[in-house]
């Protein structure tokens, strides 16, 4: 392809689009708006920068997400090669150490004699080949032309904020570090890849009622409109909301887990 392809967005979709395309030949020209513009959850000006969550899912050949990151690295995907390189211990799961992840994806993408990057918001759809590759947080101005041209008029994304447990308050001779069914990764040496806080049934009940209790942030804008949650991230209280038992067969399910302290599998855990 001699015409230059143009990408709009430097972010996972669009820094590994930008490098299949330059490693083929063709000329791409990349643009990111940040730092000029940041987005309200990035907070560096890297490209590649990962959102919340630094884990990439499981990592075992029969589930869905390992069988993707197998296909991926045999096709040659510059992000998953240089996620497996920044690789954290995380059990079954790729977590990666995201300023070194997102560090070395700028570094090859800044550095391809094929690929030009401008930081540079883009406000209208430019001709020619374009891949737009702005993620949820895309910019207004662009947001506009994308309804524009497809017509529609809610491009609609929806998160939940991950719960924080703050590590100091951790009461280590209850919690034990195991990662579920002792798949280890090799990068964790002995010990186990996570921590786990064990809750037996009356603790889990205490647990479920105090969260069902706690004062909630309100919905906003077309969250509190549509009253609808992506069922793939749903906000703790709410899944609290959905049955007592919901939590305990959800994030908080504790299969391959053993209590040390009893020798068997916890009602509830947090990991
Ligand atoms: C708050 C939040 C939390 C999330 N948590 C998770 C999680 O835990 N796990 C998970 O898998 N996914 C999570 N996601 C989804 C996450 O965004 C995607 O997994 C991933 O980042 C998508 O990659 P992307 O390349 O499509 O978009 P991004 O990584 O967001 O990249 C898009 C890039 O385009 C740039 N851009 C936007 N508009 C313009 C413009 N007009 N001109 C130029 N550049 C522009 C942005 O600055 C950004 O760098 C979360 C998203 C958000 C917003």
Redesign the pocket.
């Known amino acids: 392809m001699s015409e230059t392809v143009t990408i709009?967005?430097?972010?996972?979709?669009?820094?590994e689009a930008a490098w299949q395309l330059a490693e083929r030949g063709c000329q791409v020209t990349l643009?990111?708006?940040?730092p000029q513009?940041?987005?309200g959850?990035?907070v560096t000006d890297r490209?590649?920068?990962?959102?919340?969550?630094n884990?990439?899912?499981s990592t075992l050949p029969d589930r869905a997400l390992g069988i993707l990151k197998n296909e991926l690295l045999r096709m040659g995907s510059l992000v998953i090669r240089t996620a497996f390189k920044h690789a954290l211990p995380a059990g079954a799961a790729l977590a990666v150490s995201r300023e070194d992840f997102a560090e070395e994806i700028t570094g090859l993408i800044g550095g391809h004699p094929n690929i030009t990057v401008h930081r540079?918001?883009?406000?209208e759809i430019p001709a020619g080949p374009v891949i737009i590759?702005?993620?949820?947080?895309?910019?207004g101005?662009?947001t506009a032309q994308i309804q524009a041209l497809t017509g529609q008029q809610h491009l609609y994304?929806y998160?939940a904020?991950?719960p924080i447990v703050v590590a100091d308050t951790i009461d280590m001779t209850v919690a034990f570090r195991q990662s579920r069914y002792d798949r280890e990764s090799e990068l964790g040496g002995d010990e186990g890849d996570y921590i786990n806080c064990p809750l037996n049934k009356e603790e889990y009940a205490r647990f479920v009622q105090a969260v069902l209790d706690a004062p909630k942030t309100e919905l906003k804008g077309a969250d509190k409109e549509l009253e609808r949650y992506f069922e793939g991230?749903m906000p703790i209280e709410a899944l609290a909301a959905r049955g007592e038992k919901s939590l305990a067969f959800g994030p908080m399910r504790p299969v391959g887990l053993r209590d040390p302290r009893t020798g068997r599998r916890p009602w509830a855990a947090v990991q």
């Open positions: 709009i967005g430097g972010g996972l979709a669009g820094t643009y990111e708006m940040r513009r940041q987005t959850a990035h490209l590649a920068e990962l959102v919340c969550s884990s990439m899912g540079q918001e883009v406000t590759a702005t993620g949820p947080l895309t910019s101005a662009l994304f998160d904020m991950a991230c």
